[in-house]
């Protein structure tokens, strides 16, 4: 499970005063509903308070030592319990207050934070952040009122020292299995400039494009790694997944249906299926992931492969 902390602060690292926000940012509190939505917030009794009501859409985890009971929410006794309570959530949002924030930050994997700029008056601050956080991600809002920009800051220190490049390559697809995109990125550049490998050139690609990198760059890179090891199914699934998510869908699928061809399984026909490409099932009666259904695919997949929309 990925722990975000998802904050707003000024300049001089305000975030509340007198028990409120010091500002209205209607385009912020957009922000915070959409990356939230469907998932856990946790937060402190105070920003609960300050609130007033539960989170619609999401659990609400309230950590408090003072209170048994609050209608809607979850009640927790401390960060460690509040964050056991959604184990197996694939990411938790730790909304603040200062005191949450200050405890979570060793902890926290991400951060999407808004700065505020402008300076304003306040009582509670955003602590200091480590220089283990890494900008993945950055919108500048300079025509809004007050002007904003929307970052997104990774952790990036879990990398270890004096990995050699195997290493580094396997933390890169610890990091990938886990949706860390941003840290799987720096483990794969790290393990290129130890040792030079088409396989995992065409993962950092994947990488590159999932956090935000410049998909252009992230295409030419795989299709270049494709080109020095053309039938390698890794390389084909992740140039596949580039093409398309850098806008070259038909290159895309026609790369990913190349690797059923070639052997590749059920990844790609994930992939396929979440473009809408796929055929019915083999056996109506059976569900797609039944055993038979999937045999059946696949060989009909490699006879006779779909034909471009
Ligand atoms: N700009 C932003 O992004 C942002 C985000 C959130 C909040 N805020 C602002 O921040 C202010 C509130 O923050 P705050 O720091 O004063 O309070 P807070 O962190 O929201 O709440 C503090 C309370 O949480 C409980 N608590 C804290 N640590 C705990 C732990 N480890 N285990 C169990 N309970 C724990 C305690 O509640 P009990 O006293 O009940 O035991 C404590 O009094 C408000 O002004 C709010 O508007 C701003």
């Not at 007198?18 to 939505?37: C, E, H, Q, V, Y």
């Not at 048994?68 to 184990?87: F, H, N, P, T, W």
């Not at 200091?128 to 929307?150: I, K, M, Y």
């Not at 061809?261 to 056996?283: H, M, S, V």
Request: glycine share 8%.
């Amino acid at each position: 499970m990925i722990i975000s902390i998802i904050a707003a602060m000024s300049e001089d690292r305000v975030i509340g005063a007198n028990g409120r926000l010091p500002w209205n940012i209607p385009a912020d509190l957009a922000r915070f509903k959409s990356i939230t939505m469907g998932h856990a917030v946790l937060m402190g009794r105070k920003t609960y308070q300050s609130i007033g009501h539960p989170l619609e859409g999401r659990k609400n985890i309230v950590l408090t030592r003072t209170l048994s009971k609050i209608e809607g929410c979850q009640v927790a006794r401390s960060l460690r319990e509040g964050i056991a309570a959604v184990e197996g959530d694939e990411e938790i949002f730790i909304c603040g207050g200062e005191e949450i924030f200050r405890e979570a930050l060793p902890i926290c994997q991400r951060i999407y934070l808004t700065i505020v700029h402008g300076s304003y008056q306040g009582d509670i601050y955003f602590p200091e952040l480590p220089g283990c956080f890494v900008e993945s991600h950055r919108e500048e809002n300079p025509d809004a009122s007050p002007p904003t920009s929307f970052m997104v800051l990774e952790k990036a220190d879990r990398i270890q020292p004096g990995a050699d490049a195997a290493e580094l390559r396997q933390k890169g697809l610890e990091a990938v299995n886990r949706h860390l995109y941003f840290l799987a990125r720096c483990c794969f550049q790290q393990a290129l400039t130890l040792e030079e490998s088409a396989e995992t050139s065409s993962d950092y690609a994947f990488c590159l494009v999932k956090s935000s990198g410049d998909s252009q760059a992230a295409q030419a890179l795989a299709e270049t790694a494709l080109q020095r090891d053309p039938e390698n199914l890794r390389i084909l699934l992740n140039v596949g997944r580039v093409q398309i998510l850098a806008g070259a869908k038909e290159r895309g699928l026609d790369t990913l249906r190349k690797g059923v061809q070639l052997g590749g399984g059920e990844e790609f026909l994930t992939e396929l299926t979440r473009c809408g490409t796929r055929n019915d099932r083999p056996i109506k009666s059976l569900p797609r992931s039944h055993p038979l259904n999937r045999y059946l695919g696949l060989l009909m997949h490699r006879i006779d492969p779909p034909k471009r929309q």
